[in-house]
Nanobody, 126 residues
Framework: EVHLVESGGGLVQAGGSLRLSCAAS????????IGWFRQAPGEEREGISC????????YYSDSVKGRFTISRDNAKKVVYLQMDSLKSEDTAVYFC???????????????????WGQGTQVTVSS
């Protein structure tokens, strides 16, 4: 069974930074792409970044491009999302998700994911 656990969320002031972590277990981590999604209350879930099993980020949404950076450590089975220059509109629950990178990590968009973490809350104060 695939298990994903997010951590690192919290409260931060606008302009600040947070680093989210997604710890994986129960599957061959190196074979999966990992994506980050977020969902604010009343909003659609938004795919914001995806990284392939070859440690190459293939997608950032326009809303986060230039501010967020995705990376992975296959030895530790952890994917990170470094979030800089945070804005109030970044407030959301952030999820990591795993799937075949062929389906998940596109060049212009993210696809659906089969496996999800529980989410971690990020709140940015203005």
């Amino acid at each position: 069974e695939v298990h994903l656990v997010e951590s690192g969320g919290g409260l931060v002031q606008a302009g600040g930074s947070l680093r989210l972590s997604c710890a994986a277990s129960g599957f061959t981590f190196d074979d999966y792409g990992i994506g980050w999604f977020r969902q604010a209350p009343g909003e659609e879930r938004e795919g914001i970044s995806c990284i392939t099993a070859r440690d190459q980020p293939t997608y950032y949404s326009d809303s986060v491009k230039g501010r967020f950076t995705i990376s992975r450590d296959n030895a530790k089975k952890v994917v990170y999302l470094q979030m800089d220059s945070l804005k109030s509109e970044d407030t959301a629950v952030y999820f990591c998700a795993a799937d075949d990178p062929k389906w998940l990590c596109g060049t212009t968009a993210m696809g659906p994911a089969s496996h999800w973490g529980q989410g971690t809350q990020v709140t940015v104060s203005s």
